[in-house]
């Protein structure tokens, strides 16, 4: 079946270093969507990517979607201790076009010391 | 923007209880929304699509008499857990906004489920 794979599953960085976190798909995808859950909370939509080798910046984060639609990227540049959470992505399930029905990969934990 | 409320936030109960969970849309018509499931420290799991006036569509391996289930409205889903056992403790977490269209998912706060 469709799995979508992210690595890696922990990060430590100290603040102001750079964060990446690689996710790929078994199957070609109509869209990727990145979610943001900081501890305790509930996962907060963070942005879409539709279009093959599209890259799109919100302030400090950077998201690419791969040429094959297999893969994605989100980076972020000089992390801050706001930036600490559970970074997912998210396709749609069974290689469908919906926006609601999603299969997330495992998601990267990322902390950041002062 | 759009908001999706969930109660309650936390549950304790004894094994054997039924516990019901809310999701509703506050400022937007949902006809279909989805129950996640969340262990500590993993990803969420798509449970179940919850569709107003029809019934749900479950995932593979995820038993529709035990999670029951309701979209009476174009703004609230109902889950819930029948007999529920120490195994079935999670954080469940359902969603709405998504469907046709380029509409994100917006999720509600969730609910911690933690069955003595």
């Known amino acids: 079946g469709q799995q979508v794979m992210q690595i890696p599953q922990y990060q430590h960085v100290q603040e102001g270093e750079d964060f990446t976190t690689y996710c790929n798909s078994s199957t070609t995808l109509s869209n990727i969507q990145w979610y943001k859950q900081r501890p305790g909370g509930h996962p907060v939509f963070l942005i879409q990517l539709v279009k093959s080798g599209e890259v799109k910046k919100q302030k400090r984060l950077t998201f690419q979607f791969g040429e094959a639609k297999k893969n994605s990227s989100l980076h972020i540049t000089a992390t801050q201790t706001t930036d600490v959470g559970t970074y997912f992505c998210a396709g749609p399930l069974g290689g469908g076009t919906s926006y609601g029905k999603l299969t997330f990969g495992q998601g990267t934990i990322l902390t950041v010391h002062p | 923007g759009a908001v999706v409320s969930q109660h309650p936030s936390r549950v304790i109960c004894k094994s054997g209880t039924s516990v019901k969970i809310e999701c509703r849309s506050l400022d937007f018509q949902a006809t279909t929304m989805f129950w996640y499931r969340q262990f500590p420290k993993q990803s969420l799991m798509l449970m179940a699509t919850s569709n107003e006036g029809s019934k749900a569509t479950y995932e593979q391996g995820v038993e529709k008499d035990k999670f029951l289930i309701n979209h009476a409205s174009l703004t609230l889903s109902t889950l819930t857990v029948t007999s529920a056992h120490p195994e079935d403790s999670s954080f469940y977490i359902c969603?709405?906004?998504?469907?046709?269209?380029?509409?994100?998912?917006?999720f509600g706060d969730g609910t911690r489920l933690s069955i003595l």
């Open positions: 969603s709405a906004g998504g469907g046709a269209g380029n509409q994100p998912q917006h």
